[in-house]
């Protein structure tokens, strides 16, 4: 309730449908928030790389020759070709335009005839960097040079997923699943925010997997913690050793605005989400699956394609439904549903989440 009493209502639908706002997103919300780069396990090695793209930018991480990760955009200095394509090793980076060449460090290096051009200082040429932080092996980039550290912004996050993984900076990815829905990410993310919708949608995640009388989700800082214990043993879809780690009978994630979650499953399964949107009605959601070491495991293998074809396949359909939904004029945004005692029948989660979507549109 605010103060005059009234329930909260769900956002407009303009900022789902509008483009305009995704191009607003793309300035505040996408560009000056944490997101997911990629893992530690890809840059071994100096000279290691890999692309990815945050809020449209098309950027690059690599480790650099002291063993650092550093993270730039991917654009030449001269006339603003790429420079790097998917991943791989380079012992200096070397424009296919016209051959400038750039240190690990982003300084310039060499460049064809550039001694030629009077007053030409090399040294005031560098590739643009961006903020990079390594989070229990996961490498986080963020375009905001002035963003405030993920420890900030996620208070006590890493201490908590170290505690239920232990051997997180063991983990390595073993399986991606990539699935794209038609809709704006926003209803992806809200969608992904709230268990309200959980025991209709969801059976085997809600029966076979965890006790959805005992979820909540409660934010803490600019992350929403989910929490609930696990389903009895005789229900559990797959294998879990409750002796093996005092947390091993819970499920918990953390949802780390405004695109990512580490998410727990009973038995300190690790896997992950990360969204990209595409467009404003379009968004490509990942899945990852990690094993220590990257080793093979049947039991991580089966339950990957458990939930592929169970809670996102069942969600992809939510989802679009919704999209669909708020493009109707039929419909005007509804009053959510806040239980003030929290709980799996509460859109808590959603109401501080749209407070977070709208402040970053302005
Ligand atoms: S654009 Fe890269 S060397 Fe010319
Ligand atoms: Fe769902």
Not at 290 to 316: F, H, K
Request: proline share 6%; hydrophobic share 35%.
């Amino acid at each position: 309730m605010d103060a005059s009493n009234n329930p909260t209502r769900s956002l407009s639908a303009r900022y789902y449908t509008d483009p305009a706002i995704y191009q607003a997103e793309k300035q505040s919300s996408l560009a000056t928030t944490w997101q997911l780069a990629g893992h530690a396990s890809q840059l071994k090695n100096p000279g290691d790389y890999f692309t990815f793209e945050i809020a449209g930018e098309n950027l690059f991480a690599v480790r650099t020759r002291q063993g650092e990760i550093k993270a730039y955009y991917n654009v030449c200095q001269h006339r603003a070709h790429e420079l790097l394509k998917g991943s791989g090793n380079k012992g200096v980076i070397v424009c296919p335009y016209h051959a400038w060449s750039y240190e690990l460090t982003g300084a310039l290096r060499a460049g064809p005839n550039i001694d030629a051009v009077p007053g030409f200082n090399k040294a005031e040429i560098c590739l643009q960097s961006v903020r990079v932080e390594d989070f229990c092996g996961f490498l986080f980039a963020n375009l905001d040079n002035d963003a405030t550290s993920m420890d900030e912004w996620f208070p006590d996050v890493r201490n908590e997923l170290t505690e239920f993984v232990p051997d997180i900076e063991r983990l390595k990815p073993v399986k991606w699943v990539e699935v794209l829905e038609n809709c704006n990410w926003k209803v992806s993310i809200e969608n992904y925010s709230e268990c309200y919708h959980c025991r209709l949608n969801h059976p085997t995640f809600a029966t076979g997997v965890v006790k959805p009388e005992t979820y909540d989700i409660q934010p803490q800082g600019y992350c929403l913690r989910h929490t609930t214990e696990c389903q009895n043993l005789d229900k559990m879809t797959y294998p879990i050793d409750l002796d093996s780690n005092p947390r091993a009978g819970e499920y918990s994630s953390w949802f780390l605005w405004p695109m990512v979650s580490f998410q727990v499953y009973p038995g300190n399964v690790l896997n992950t989400y990360h969204w990209r949107p595409v467009d404003h009605e379009r968004v490509v959601v990942w899945r990852g699956w990690y094993t220590i070491d990257g080793e093979p495991s049947d039991v991580i293998e089966q339950l990957a394609i458990q939930d592929r074809e169970t809670t996102v396949e069942e969600d992809i359909h939510l989802v679009q439904s919704v999209q669909r939904g708020l493009q109707s004029r039929g419909y005007k945004p509804g009053p959510l549903v806040v239980d003030p005692k929290g709980g799996v029948n509460s859109e808590h989660s959603i109401k501080t989440l749209q407070s977070w979507m709208r402040d970053a549109t302005g």
